[in-house]
């Protein structure tokens, strides 16, 4: 069983950046590709950025590229979202999930942190 825990979200301007962490509560994170997704009320959980375990590649949601960044680290068995020029409609609960399967959809991820909000306000 893997433990997800999740933290660093908060209320910022536009333009604003915030750091959301990711940490497993036993030394496994690193084993799986882990994946973060966000979700509005009423609206299905979308998928944000993706990190396989086995390398540092990386993809992201079109609507995010060249705005977040995923990083890990292995050390420290976290996972790391650094967000930058946040927008208004970037405000969502931010979910890490981690999964043996890598994949963009959120079906296939087994586990799941508690949720971070993040709203930016304009």
């Not at 969502?92 to 959120?106: D, E, F, G, H, R």
């Amino acid at each position: 069983q893997v433990q997800l825990v999740e933290s660093g979200g908060g209320s910022v301007q536009a333009g604003g950046s915030l750091r959301l962490s990711c940490a497993a509560s036993a030394r496994t994170l690193s084993k799986f590709n882990v994946a973060w997704f966000r979700q509005i009320p009423g609206k299905e959980r979308e998928f944000v950025a993706i990190i396989p375990w086995y390398d540092p590649t990386t993809a992201y949601a079109d609507s995010v590229k060249g705005r977040f960044t995923i990083s890990k680290d292995n050390a420290k068995d976290t996972v790391y979202l650094q967000m930058n020029s946040l927008k208004p409609e970037d405000t969502a609960v931010y979910y890490c999930a981690a999964s043996i399967s890598l994949t963009t959809s959120s079906s296939s991820y087994p586990y799941w942190g508690q949720g971070a909000q993040v709203t930016v306000s304009s």
